[in-house]
């Protein structure tokens, strides 16, 4: 990306780089604010000495449900989380 040539005022300044502010996008479409936690509802336990695959969709703040300490699930998660702990079966999240 070229330098930019950016006149506050009577001064000059450069700006080279990334734009600060620029996140990557909320998985809902039409949100358009910034993605601020990933899903953490697990897909795919591949093995105890493996990590889990989790959903990791972006979220903002408001298509995020915080669930626990260091847990946010998607909106789409947090449907299915609501309904395991409706049927008393939400021991860990996503398994
Ligand atoms: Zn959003
Ligand atoms: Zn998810």
């Known amino acids: ?8 005022g009577s ?3 450069i700006i080279c780089g990334r734009r600060r502010g ?3 996008p909320c998985f809902v479409r ?8 990933l899903c953490d509802w697990i897909l795919h336990r591949a093995g ?7 959903c990791d969709r972006l979220c903002c703040r408001h298509h995020a449900r915080h669930v626990g300490v260091d ?4 909106l789409e ?3 299915q989380w609501e ?3 409706r049927n008393g079966s939400a021991g860990s999240i996503g398994g």
């Open 1 to 8: 990306m070229p330098c930019e040539i950016v006149k506050v």
């Open 22 to 24: 620029k996140r990557k």
């Open 48 to 54: 105890p000495d493996r990590p889990a695959l989790t």
């Open 83 to 85: 309904m395991m702990k």
């Open 11 to 13: 001064a000059t300044a």
């Open 71 to 74: 847990k946010d699930l998607c």
């Open 30 to 37: 039409d949100c358009r604010r910034g993605g601020d936690v």
């Open 77 to 79: 998660h947090a449907l």
